[in-house]
C-alpha cells in the first residue's frame, strides 16, 4: 500500500476508555504530524515529529499521548478524552521538515482521517 | 493570534465564471504559502505553492507581500472545482498552519 494510510477510519469511544490511531506512511519521509480537524474551528497541528523525535507540541492536553516508533509510523494514543475532543484527526507526513527555501518544505502528504466520537 | 484569515466560509459562483479564493497572511518575513484543496470524499492535498509560480487545474495565486495576500484565482470555473480550499504558511518552527477554509461551489 502506498501513501498515507489511517486506522481506524471511525472510532467510538467512551470517556474512560482508551484507544489508539495509527498511523502508516510508505513515502520513505521523515516528518509526520498530528492535526485535528474539528468543525467550525480551523485545522490545529498537535504534534510533529521529525526523524522520530518530536519537535512540536502545540499545547495539547495530556489525554493525548504521540508516539513515534521509527520514522514510518506514528500513534496517538487517547484516554479519558471529554466530548468535545470528538473531531476528524488526520495525520501526515513530509520529506523534510529542516531549512526554509526547500522545495518539499511544506508539502504535506495526508491521511484519509480518522473520526473520533467521544461519548 | 491567527496568522492565515479566509474571509469567506462559503463561496458560491456559475461554472464559466472568474473565481477568486481569498487568503491573508499575517508573518514580517519571507512566508512560504500553500493552498491546499479537499474534494468531496478526498483527501487534504496540496494544490499549489506560491514559490512554484505554477498553475496547476487552471488555478494560480500570486503572493502580495505588500497586501500580505495570496488570493487563488481561476478565469473560468468548472464544476469539479467545487471543494474545501485551504490557505496554509509554513514556518520552519510551527510547521504548516492553515486558515479556516472556503467552500467553493460551482453552480451549473
Known amino acids: 500500500e502506498t501513501g498515507v494510510t489511517q486506522t481506524p477510519r471511525h472510532l467510538v469511544m467512551g470517556m474512560t476508555n482508551k484507544k489508539s490511531l495509527k498511523c502508516e506512511q510508505h513515502l520513505g519521509h521523515n516528518a509526520m504530524y498530528w492535526y485535528k480537524q474539528s468543525a467550525k474551528k480551523p485545522l490545529e497541528l498537535m504534534f510533529v515529529?521529525?526523524?522520530?523525535?518530536?519537535?512540536e507540541n502545540n499545547s495539547v492536553p495530556s489525554r493525548f499521548s504521540p508516539e513515534c516508533p521509527n520514522s514510518s509510523h506514528l500513534f496517538l494514543h487517547l484516554h479519558t478524552l471529554q466530548p468535545e475532543d470528538s473531531a476528524l484527526y488526520l495525520c501526515?507526513?513530509?520529506?523534510?521538515?529542516?531549512?526554509?527555501?526547500?522545495?518539499?518544505?511544506?508539502?504535506?502528504?495526508f491521511g484519509e482521517g480518522s473520526r473520533l466520537t467521544v461519548l | 493570534a491567527q496568522r492565515v484569515t479566509q474571509p469567506e466560509k462559503l463561496l458560491s459562483v456559475f461554472k464559466g465564471a472568474p473565481v477568486e479564493l481569498k487568503c491573508n497572511y499575517s508573518?514580517?518575513?519571507?512566508?512560504?504559502l500553500f493552498w491546499y484543496v479537499q474534494y468531496s470524499r478526498q483527501r487534504l492535498q496540496l494544490l499549489l505553492r506560491?514559490?512554484s509560480r505554477e498553475s496547476i487545474k487552471g488555478f494560480t495565486a500570486d503572493l502580495n507581500k505588500g497586501e500580505t495576500s495570496f488570493h487563488l484565482k481561476k478565469p473560468f470555473a468548472q464544476e469539479e472545482d467545487s471543494a474545501m480550499y485551504y490557505c496554509a504558511l509554513w514556518l520552519s518552527a510551527d510547521g504548516l498552519t492553515f486558515g479556516k477554509g472556503t467552500h467553493l461551489i460551482i453552480q451549473p
Open positions: 515529529y521529525n526523524f522520530k523525535e518530536q519537535t
Open positions: 501526515a507526513s513530509s520529506q523534510t521538515f529542516l531549512g526554509q527555501g526547500n522545495a518539499n518544505t511544506g508539502e504535506l502528504f
Open positions: 506560491h514559490i
Open positions: 508573518y514580517s518575513g519571507s512566508p512560504e
